[in-house]
Nanobody, 123 residues
């Protein structure tokens, strides 16, 4: 049974940092891409960042490029999202996802999703 468990969300002031973690279990993910998405109230779920499990390729939404960094720790089967220079508009529930489609910026590329972790950035 595949499980993706996010952690690390919380309340932070604008300009601050948070690191989200996604612990993956239940299968071998070496052929998977791992993605982070976010969803704010009343809005659609949107792509934030993605990485191939080998770490060779990374992808970012324009809105987070230069501020967020996605990485993996293969030994721990964990994906991280380091978020710096946070802005109030980054406030959302952040979801981790795993999938094998090359369309890594779209929700339909992902087969498995975590339960989400809330990130709130105060101004």
């Amino acid at each position: 049974q595949v499980q993706l468990v996010e952690s690390g969300g919380g309340l932070v002031q604008a300009g601050g940092s948070l690191r989200l973690s996604c612990a993956a279990s239940g299968r071998t993910f070496s052929s998977y891409a791992m993605g982070w998405f976010r969803q704010a109230p009343g809005k659609e779920r949107e792509f934030v960042a993605a990485i191939s499990w080998s770490g060779g390729n990374t992808y970012y939404a324009d809105s987070v490029k230069g501020r967020f960094t996605i990485s993996t720790d293969n030994a721990k089967n964990t994906v991280y999202l380091q978020m710096n220079s946070l802005k109030p508009e980054d406030t959302a529930v952040y979801y981790c996802a795993a999938g094998r489609s090359p369309l890594v910026t779209t929700t339909r590329a992902y087969d498995f999703w975590g339960q989400g972790t809330q990130v709130t950035v105060s101004s």
